[in-house]
C-alpha cells in the first residue's frame, strides 16, 4: 500500500516557476516507478513526466522546461517546473506504480497549479 501527499501547487505569473513535492509512504519506493500527471478542466488526465530506476519520459509540451527528479532516502519525487505558460495551468497529480508510459495505481489527491497574470 502506498499513499501520496502532494505539496507546491499555487499562483504564478507566466514565465515563472514552481517545485511541487510528493512524499510518499510505504517501503521499495526506490523501486516505484513515479510520476507526475496533470488535468486540465473539461480534458483528460495527461502524463507530465516520469521516473524509473534512472530512466525519465517527459510529455513534449514540457520538454526541456519541466524537470522530475527523486530522493528515494527521502520517499520523495519533485517536479521542477520552469518558464511555466498559462496551458501549463492544470491539478497535478503524483502516482506510483506505473510505467514510464503509463500510470500506476496509486494516487495523490492532487495540487492545483495556476498560471496567471
Known amino acids: 500500500q502506498v499513499q501520496l501527499l502532494e505539496s507546491g501547487g499555487g499562483l504564478v505569473q507566466p514565465g515563472g516557476s514552481l517545485r511541487l513535492s510528493c512524499a510518499a509512504s510505504?517501503?521499495?519506493?526506490?523501486?516505484?516507478?513515479m510520476g507526475w500527471y496533470r488535468q486540465a478542466p473539461g480534458k483528460q488526465r495527461e502524463l507530465v513526466a516520469t521516473?524509473?530506476?534512472?530512466?525519465?519520459n517527459y510529455a513534449g509540451s514540457v520538454k526541456g522546461r519541466f524537470t522530475i527528479s527523486r530522493d528515494n532516502a527521502k520517499n520523495t519525487v519533485y517536479l521542477q517546473m520552469n518558464s511555466l505558460k498559462p496551458e501549463d495551468t492544470a491539478v497535478y497529480y503524483c502516482?506510483?506504480?506505473?510505467?514510464?508510459?503509463?500510470?500506476?495505481?496509486?494516487w495523490g489527491q492532487g495540487t492545483q497549479v495556476t498560471v496567471s497574470s
Open positions: 521516473s524509473s530506476r534512472g530512466n525519465t
Open positions: 510505504g517501503s521499495s519506493f526506490s523501486m516505484y516507478t
Open positions: 502516482n506510483a506504480g506505473g510505467t514510464l508510459y503509463s500510470a500506476g495505481f496509486y
